[in-house]
T-cell receptor, first 114, second 118 residues
Framework: AQSVTQLDSQVPVFEEAPVELRCNYSSSVSVYLFWYVQYPNQGLQLLLKYLSGSTLVKGINGFEAEFNKSQTSFHLRKPSVHISDTAEYFC????????????FGQGTELSVKP | EAQVTQNPRYLITVTGKKLTVTCSQN?????MSWYRQDPGLGLRQIYYSMNVEVTDKGDVPEGYKVSRKEKRNFPLILESPSPNQTSLYFC?????????????????FGPGTRLTVL
């Protein structure tokens, strides 16, 4: 069965520093991978997704993620964060041939300090 | 404005009192889904619907019911709520299955409904 693990529950970082939020998944079939962001007291919005092709995916707000099939990972990165990036980030996986099921990780709280 | 709306946004109720949380989208999306969000657990899918009259269980369907009689609405029903259903609930919609038997379209989320069951 598919599962998603976000390796860090909280990531504090200073403004303008780089950040990496880690995500690992397990699945026996092909998957599609997503990163969503949740700003305080709001719903989720899509940052980026990997479907196929290039393993480096660029998203909104300067974020990018790299799909690594051999390590079953999909880590999210940003070279220089802003205060406004403070939010909770969720990795999610949708498994080929599983219709509408979407499995989320536990979430990573990114806290950007001045 | 394209959006997913949920009502109510906040609800405090007592054990066993039936309740319904409504969800409506104005984007003509085929796919709709319900999630609950709990600290440390992320979002867990309760039910989803790939089109009118088609619903299926997610990972945590126990204690919940749904119906999809119209494309735009997907209400979540708790027939006999219990305290372990205290949670933040999100409804989402997307434009349906895009690949072979999988939905990889972006899901648009509502603002959430915070439910407390005493």
């Amino acid at each position: 069965a598919q599962s998603v693990t976000q390796l860090d529950s909280q990531v504090p970082v200073f403004e303008e520093a780089p950040v990496e939020l880690r995500c690992n998944y397990s699945s026996s079939v092909s998957v599609y991978l997503f990163w969503y962001v949740q700003y305080p007291n709001q719903g989720l919005q899509l940052l980026l997704k990997y479907l196929s092709g290039s393993t480096l995916v660029k998203g909104i707000n300067g974020f990018e993620a790299e799909f690594n099939k051999s390590q079953t990972s999909f880590h999210l990165r940003k070279p220089s964060v802003h205060i406004s990036d403070t939010a909770e980030y969720f990795c999610a996986v949708s498994e080929y041939n599983q219709g509408g099921k979407l499995i989320f990780g536990q979430g990573t709280e990114l806290s950007v300090k001045p | 404005e394209a959006q997913v709306t949920q009502n109510p946004r906040y609800l405090i109720t007592v054990t066993g009192k039936k309740l319904t949380v409504t969800c409506s989208q104005n984007m003509n999306h085929e796919y709709m889904s319900w999630y609950r969000q709990d600290p440390g657990l992320g979002l867990r899918q309760i039910y989803y619907s790939m089109n009118v009259e088609v619903t299926d269980k997610g990972d945590v369907p126990e204690g919940y019911k749904v119906s999809r009689k119209e494309k735009r609405n997907f209400p979540l029903i708790l027939e006999s709520p219990s305290p372990n259903q205290t949670s933040l609930y999100f409804c989402a919609s997307s434009s349906g299955l895009a690949g072979w038997m999988v939905n990889y379209n972006e899901q648009f989320f509502g603002p959430g409904t915070r439910l407390t069951v005493l």
